[in-house]
């Protein structure tokens, strides 16, 4: 390997033969100065993208933001949420704070969220109940201070069913809500 | 699993090995890049219980710059344990004595003083120049930025560079020059 | 080892029977009210079926309810549930809106989920979609022949551009202009 490694290095030695060293300075900020029109990619990369959603339906993930933590959640996943959570056992819900969304081949990012209607992400609420008892137990050595709390969260188990991003990059988001 | 992936697996639990200049950096800060580096916190796979460090070699330890008046004014305590033993060496002459010493401290210091803290500077190298011995150069896959730009002495540039330097303005005829 | 998890399990998150995929099935399967007909521990008990029972067995068809009047012995309030868990529960002295909340717990949760510690608050059968990280995600391909140390790959390449180098940016641009013009 480092035979080969060696040669390659030598390889590339003699193509460059430009002098690094007490240049650092010069040899990394120099920039070419050339006044160039910036090609217009992005477009072509966004026509990329929209196709590749309707041809091939890769498997697709989301960050979502939820009861102020973030999750990454791809179709079938089980969520736990802690804490007092409206939605009961049965509901069908939208998980609408999605902060970057991405299948196998490109990432939908937003700044915060990406636009709204761009990604679904659908949810049932499986269960909801309490947590093991957690014991909050607090005590000073030769003070004679002894504290001892018990505590149960409230659990809300979610299936995520879908994760869908629509094939409208970049078209102007509406508003529906 | 095809034969590439199992090698991007392998590398990925194998330890890579780093190389950093020192020339014109302030060891201490850094240290706390090093210190990333060395106990793998700069993978997305790292935890405490995983092995996950890596190798970082350090060279030029004998061209870093300290900051202010750090040269003189910065002691390096020792005690050796007996009654007296106290001694406080200032910085530039326990560079003098060792110039790879300042750099390992700050490292070391740098990182949490659990068990963990001596083995972890096992795998950091440092040497006074350029000259590394070839075994540990050809493990070096990667370099670690520096934090600092490193100036470039005026008479270290070709004089032709200077002459063709864009100039503001010319110096008036009876200005005297030194 | 520790004697940590001889009294409280601790296991990772599931479902029965992907519940949820495509339909959702209500886990509660049973529920058995236990009360006596004089004891004053089982007011409250008592009001909530003289009460709520009624509407509680209409909303919830998929819930078989007993009653179970015994003389001289505590409330209790017993749950099964389609994963097998049984659910013991006392009521005593409890009120009338303090059993309607512990009803409803007992009916959403999908089995005995209070007796588990969880390790993990979200299961995925997909860890990865986009492919894990290796130390070459988004290594420059160069570093594959370059020769270490390099200036190129060492050098702080995110400081901000000094004002020498914007002065001097300045003057090709204007040089490349004058040129254009001279054309």
């Given amino acids: ?177 | 699993m095809s034969a590439c992936k199992r090698v991007q697996q392998w590398a990925t639990f194998a330890r890579t090995w780093h190389i950093f200049d020192c020339k014109w950096q302030d060891p201490y800060q850094s240290a706390g890049v090093i210190k990333k580096y060395l106990m793998g916190m700069h993978k997305p796979i790292y935890h405490p219980l995983n092995d996950c460090g890596d190798v970082v070699v350090c060279i030029n330890s004998r061209e870093i710059a300290l900051r202010g008046e750090d040269w003189r004014r910065r002691a390096y305590f020792h005690h050796t344990g007996y009654p007296g033993g106290a001694s406080w060496t200032l910085a530039w002459e326990l560079h003098n004595k060792d110039p790879t010493m300042i750099i390992r401290k700050a490292v070391y210091r740098a990182m949490q003083g659990n068990l963990q803290r001596r083995h972890t500077m096992e795998r950091l190298f440092i040497y006074p120049g350029e000259d590394i011995p070839e075994d540990v150069l050809q493990n070096v896959t990667n370099q670690i930025r520096q934090l600092r730009l490193v100036p470039t002495r005026l008479d270290h540039i070709p004089e032709e560079e200077v002459k063709n330097y864009p100039k503001v303005m010319d110096y008036p005829e009876d200005y005297i020059l030194k | 080892m520790s004697n940590k998890n001889l009294f409280l399990k601790s296991g990772f998150i599931r479902a029965p029977i992907q519940n949820g995929v495509g339909r959702f099935v209500p886990q509660l399967q049973r529920i058995v009210l236990k009360f006596c007909k004089t004891y004053g521990a089982s007011q409250g008990l008592r009001e909530f079926i003289e009460q709520d029972l009624v509407d509680f067995a209409k909303e919830n068809p998929s819930v078989v309810v007993y009653l179970k009047p015994r003389r001289h012995r505590g409330p209790v309030i017993v749950a099964e549930y389609l994963n097998g868990d049984r659910v013991w529960m006392s009521v005593h002295n409890k009120t009338h809106s303090e059993i309607t909340k512990w009803i409803e717990v007992l009916r959403t949760q999908q089995g005995d989920i209070s007796s588990l510690r969880l390790r993990k608050y979200q299961y995925t059968d997909y860890p990865s979609v986009q492919g894990p990280w290796t130390p070459f995600t988004f290594k420059d391909p160069e570093l594959n022949t370059a020769q270490l140390p390099d200036p190129h790959f060492g050098a702080n390449d995110r400081l901000p551009i000094t004002a020498t180098e914007k002065l001097r940016l300045l003057f090709e641009k204007q040089k490349l202009s004058d040129v254009k013009t001279a054309e």
């Fill in chain 1, 1 to 177: 390997m480092s035979v080969f490694r060696a040669g390659l290095q030598r390889i590339t030695n003699v193509l460059k033969s430009s002098p690094g060293g007490f240049l650092s300075r010069f040899v990394t900020n120099l920039t070419p100065v050339e006044d160039k029109a910036i090609p217009q990619t992005s477009k072509e990369v966004i026509a990329t993208c929209n196709k590749l959603i309707e041809q091939n339906p890769s498997r697709s993930f989301a960050i979502i933001h939820l009861l102020g933590k973030q999750w990454r959640v791809t179709d079938g996943d089980l969520l736990v949420v802690e804490g007092y959570w409206p939605p009961n056992i049965g509901d069908k819900i939208t998980l609408d704070k999605v902060l970057l969304a991405a299948t196998k081949d490109f990432s939908l990012i937003g700044r915060p969220l990406v636009q709204p209607g761009l990604v679904t992400v659908t949810a049932t609420v499986i269960s909801k109940g309490l947590s093991h008892t957690r014991t909050h137990f607090k005590k000073k050595r030769r003070k004679q201070y002894m504290r001892i709390n018990f505590q149960r969260a409230e659990q809300t188990m979610l299936r995520i069913n879908s994760v869908d991003i629509a094939s409208k990059i970049n078209k102007p988001a509406s508003n529906v809500f």
